[in-house]
């Protein structure tokens, strides 16, 4: 190995050849990248339990302890609770559309063919636009007298009446629906990605095989690529949870939780609470209510990091 | 016989599957372009087909106008936004390859059986988000007097920048054999020697991949820069756009649609440029 090569070399400076050794190598430059975690990433989290703890206001940074009286008075609250069924909602709702598509799409564009350039950046879109101005399209798309898509089934299509048509952001139900398709349009793209790498990792021979046995079409695709994709789908799974339960700026663009609370989320009900109300103790409660669900997507993460290591 | 045309459906399918998908996916920006350039008039009449400019001319850019999209340049902070935008994410890029190069290439080679594990940690940091931390961080920006200042931004970004880089840069260094390293070894060259003159030169593709997709995340920051930022004039493109260029309930609509559609579409560029590589890393680090 090369640290051996380098160990035996007769080291003039004695301080190089601690630097030599993978005992201090190693920690030397992993750590840097630790202590910025820590400091950034891990004290927040700390100082969000903690603030989850008191009475906090706005602008301070502590409180006086209430226990979990924030988490109670938060989950007795109706709009909290709707916050909770909704983030459900909109983050298996929209997976479930971005898996079924993503899927698809990688079907094909794994694929050689004239003009993959650029029907791959056509389906990059979503994703590489930053996500506040992509949605910004969206609300545009949805507007509540010139909408497009109002205008194509109305006036090309006749299926809606143009004097009354659906107010996208409007009604309670609908403002769901359109910020998780939304949702599903950005991620859509990564998902994708994430599937063509797992495509591009099944070997060629397991398709020669495959085809000395006959399978061809929907038999193969069902018992051969199906199967061998199933963890990369779950990869993809996680991020896509991880990323939409988490999300805030999708639904503050375009409906910054209205009508009615209606497609309030944990992220943006927390914003309201804690920003807007300035009830910091109380917003840290409610996004801490996120906790258990990007934590269990960890442990899936790890047990499937192990698994793929042993394989 | 058959099998050309078995070949000929497949390459058939691959475009009726793929064309109108792809379409679909991509009708919010052509929908952005084609609303840049319409005029009031046209925009704001409910008969007119939406798709095209009105009146209906072969010579369709008589019936445009480039008005709206000048506006944003000449009589909006919509410049600015772009410069703060480009030195944050320069900046944090910057930060963040400091850190995470020796970090990536320590736990892809020389930490040994515990380096998987403390790759995959890192990782995990990443799945920690924005939205559990802007609200201790949004009074703690206070506190050290950074708030409504690009200097806030560029301390809390490198918290998701790093990890994600970290964790790509862990992929890239493993696909390089260590042979190279090994023989530079023999040479005489010391550990660090052998990785700035050898190790990073090769993986320099990798590296500009990083550098492409830290610099993206900056761009598509929202909950940091929207709590943090309050003043017009030091908000980042993501955050200025939506709120800056939105008066009250009126919307211009062609202004704010060239606004969005320009970084959407440079960035979609660099993205389809670098994917390729993006995969190679993404999955190098664990699923081989």
Known sequence: MGTDAARSRPSSKPWRSVFESRRVLAPALIAPAVVFMVLVVGVPLGWAIYLSLTNAIGGSLTGDWVGLDNFTSAWADDNFRKALRNTLMFTFGSQAIVLVGAAILAHFLIRDFRGKWFIRFLILLPWAAPVALGTLGWLWIFDSLFSVINWTLGHAFGVIDTNDPPQWLGRPNLALLAVTIVHAWRIMPFAVVIFLAGLASIPNEVDDAARIDGATGIKKLFYVTLPLQLPIALVALLFGIVFTAADFTVVYVLTQGGPFNSTQMLTTWSFQIGINSGSLGEGAAISLYLFPLLAAVSVAMLLFAKRAQVA | ?288
């Open chain 2, 1 to 288: 016989m058959a099998s050309t045309l078995r070949s000929l459906g497949r390459k058939l399918s691959t475009y009726v599957v793929l064309g109108p998908l792809a379409i679909l996916l991509a009708f919010p920006f052509y929908w952005m372009l084609v609303t840049s350039f319409k005029e009031d008039l046209d925009l704001y009449n409910a008969e007119n087909v939406p798709y095209v400019y009105n009146p209906l001319r072969w010579r369709f850019w008589e019936s445009a106008t480039t008005k709206h999209v000048e506006y944003i340049f000449e009589s909006t902070p919509y410049v600015d936004w772009i410069v703060n935008t480009v030195v944050v994410g320069a900046v944090v890029v910057g930060v963040t390859l400091a850190v995470a190069l020796p970090a990536g290439y320590a736990l892809a080679r020389l930490s040994g059986s515990w380096g998987q594990s403390a790759g995959i940690a890192i990782f995990l940091v990443y799945l920690v988000p924005p939205t559990l931390l802007f609200l201790p961080l949004s009074p703690l920006v206070a506190r050290l007097g950074i708030h409504d200042s690009l200097l806030s931004l560029m301390v809390v970004y490198p918290s998701f920048t790093i990890p994600f880089s970290t964790w790509l840069l862990m992929g890239f260094f493993k696909t390089i054999p260590q042979e190279l390293e090994d023989a530079a070894l023999v040479d005489g060259c010391s550990r660090l020697k052998a990785l700035v003159r050898i190790v990073f030169p090769i993986s320099l593709p990798g590296i500009l991949t990083v550098v492409i997709f830290a610099f993206s995340l900056c761009v598509n920051e929202f909950i940091y820069a929207f709590t943090f930022i309050s003043s017009s004039g030091n908000r980042t493109i993501s955050t200025g756009v939506p709120n800056e260029l939105i008066r009250g309930d009126v919307f211009f609509w062609q202004s704010l649609m060239a606004a969005t559609l320009i970084p959407s579409v440079v960035l979609a560029l660099l993205y389809n440029l670098f994917l390729d590589r993006f995969i190679k890393g993404f999955t190098g680090g664990a699923f081989r």
